[in-house]
């Protein structure tokens, strides 16, 4: 019987790692992911496979590492995800591979750490010569350079179409780039996916907000064919009073200030972000967690995450929920804010919350948090960073008038093709789900850029 | 990366740039803005259009931190990273019958192409431009061939009616109807100005300039309170109803990063041994 428990990944010790920005999980040594793809019991029928949204082969690039055939290993993971570097660092693979893997049903046993072993062999960085097909003749319009546009981009490079890549940032990768912190996923990761890319061909154009600076119709006339790959990037905030405080920021502001634009360089990047003593966070997902810790290692002395339902439904990956507790973070669950309170310069002072209980399922199938009377309260806090949830852009409404939307303002997209109600047209990602995981959304790319090389071929 | 054609000191410490770019001239309009960033290490710096030709395009700048310094020391010539535009919403311009375009300090630069635009509309257009003094008032010349008429305010005397646009803005109204205004400035003298618009119940367009990250609508750094509505200014905006706008709030947010700010430029004064462009 193999080992019953994963192989631990080491780890920068929490008091070093809270004063800086490294990343945080050191990855695998050789023997130590031989040790783990050991455990891997090979299975006939796969059951992890059916967890991964792209469906990657996990027990043939499992075999080809404890083989040691570590270039045969990258060709099988390459072959079905362009960005394993990044899946295996930001997966939240307990609910995806991992969660059907036949070791975790042990009791008391561990699944394979697949998502561990992926990004060892990732990190190996064996060259991949990619095989780009002579030209077929047709351009395709990428819009937005996040996993999902990526990923079309490079599927469809390799078959020999011209692919062209509109971001409206300067530089490409989407939320891995102005969300996801540095500790979690070095840039340099991104930037090197990124390259490899380009080097396939596709060509990009930076600082072009499709909508606003290039009109979509004109890319719909001028491409074979057209793909949406936005994400749903606009922040939402709770709405309750005293909202426009100072001090009170969207997690979207305070990520994309500290990520993209390197304000925890400041003052050698221009860029400043704002730092108090006693910071919450409202929310529980993976962006609460990040600006959770980011505040933290920014040097905030306390660090409070204030989340309305119970610990049980939260939706942060399990791994970063541990690495937030382990820096210090306090967790306040069933506790709703209600009110910002202010000082006479508008600085936020204090947060009245209510205690929450936890009824009825609701439609995402948690038990909904109702309020229980009476149990108002105050917590001090000079810092507020909201982290609720994001939805799609406004420019979108006004930029792709001609593309329909679905009842919560998402692009209406068939989920096997990422057909739009434009016949030129596809789409996917966050734009499509509403916020959902990096995986997803390739996987939504890998999808439609089959469903396109279709549709160029007239079939 | 983007040209700097031309540079020139207009004002104390105010430069008139030219910068090459092959594409804002085609979808530019008046009340539009772009975002710059100078190079790896800079902020993103929002700057209204002021003017356009083919395949170049010009702003306006003042320099009271980092990185307005640092963009105004970039010598003809020498390039910037990246350029995003144009951004915002265009002025809603019609023909209206008489209005009146205020601008105030370095607003009367962004103000320049919405007063162009409404006079070409058919308008009867009246310009009050105010600045601390004389020296400071800048780009005169260029508004008159747009303007019916010219006040002038300054705080100091030192040119026109001694004092602020509202003097300027009060003879105006007395005098006659006008139908819409334009104020772009100062929070304050933007704040002053709609109260004066809406005591004589006329639709007053402001141009809000609050501290931006994106300009895309995907931070809320940008967001102000309007008719009681939470707006995003670079996606919604820039131009709103100044009766509507929660002022004393938004003048607050302005202050927000000033510590940041300060010790921004301190770190540049020293790096650049005290001196600067
Ligand atoms: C802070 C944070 C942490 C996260 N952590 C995880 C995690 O640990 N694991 C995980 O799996 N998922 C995580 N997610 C979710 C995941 O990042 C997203 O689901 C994924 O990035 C969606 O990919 P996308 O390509 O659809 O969109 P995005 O990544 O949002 O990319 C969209 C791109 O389009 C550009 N764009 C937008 N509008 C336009 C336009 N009009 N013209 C041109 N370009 C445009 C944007 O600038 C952006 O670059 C996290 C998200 C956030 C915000
Ligand atoms: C839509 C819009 C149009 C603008 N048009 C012009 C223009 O045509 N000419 C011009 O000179 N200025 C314009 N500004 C203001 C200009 O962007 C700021 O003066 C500049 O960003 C300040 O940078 P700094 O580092 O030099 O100053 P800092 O020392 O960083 O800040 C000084 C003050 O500038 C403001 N400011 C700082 N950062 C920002 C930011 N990221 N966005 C907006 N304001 C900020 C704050 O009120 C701050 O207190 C515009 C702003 C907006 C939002
Ligand atoms: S891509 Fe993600 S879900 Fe798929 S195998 Fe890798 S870690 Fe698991
Ligand atoms: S389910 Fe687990 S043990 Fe079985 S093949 Fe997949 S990873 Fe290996
Ligand atoms: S500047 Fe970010 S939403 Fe307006
Ligand atoms: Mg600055």
Redesign the pocket.
Known sequence: MPEKNKTKMRELDPIQRIGCFEEVALGYSKEEALKEAARCLQCKNQPCVSGCPVGINIPGFIKALREERYKDSAMILKGDNNLPAV?GR???QEKQCEARCILGRVPGGDAVAIGRLERFVADLEIPIESVVKPSIHKKVAV????????TVAADLAKEGVSVTV????HT?????????PEF?LPKKIVSNEVQFVQEMGVEFRFN?????TVPFEELVNDYDAVFI?????APRFMGIPGTNLNNIFS??EF?TRVNLMKAYLFPKYDTPVKIKDRVAVIGAG??TM??ARTARRLGAKEVHIVYRRSEEEMPA?LE?YHHAMEEGIKLHCLTLPVEYLGDANNNVVAMKCVKMTLGEPDSSGRRRPVQLENSEFTMEVDMVIEAIG?TP?A??KA?FSSVQLNKWGSIQADEETGRTNLPKVFA????VTG???????MG??KRSAKAILKYLAGV | MYKVISREAIAPDTFDIWLEHPNIHKRAKPGQFLILRLDEFSERIPLTIVSTAEGRLRVIIKTIGKSTYKLCAVKPGETIADIVGPLGNPSEIDRFGTVCVIGGGVGIAPLFPIAKALKEAGNRVIGILGAAKKELLIMKDEFLPHLDELYITTDDGSEGIKGTVTVALQKVLKKEKVEVIWAIGPMVMMKFVSLMAAENNTLCWVSLNPIMVDG?G?CGACRAEVGEEVKFTCVHGPEFDGRKVKWDELIKRQYQYREEEKRAMEDYLKEMGGKNA
């Open positions: 899946c930001v997966c939240p819009i937005g350079a996040g996993p999902a546009g990526l509109f971001e409206a940032f490409a990768g989407g939320v891995l780039v102005y969300g996801i979690r072009e907000i499709v909508g606003r790959g936005i994400g749903a990037g997690a979207s990520l993976n962006v990040d600006a990956r970063e994001q852009n420019v979108l930029g996917g990602g966050d734009i916020a959902a995981t990096v995986i997803e959304a939504a790319g | 895309t995907m």
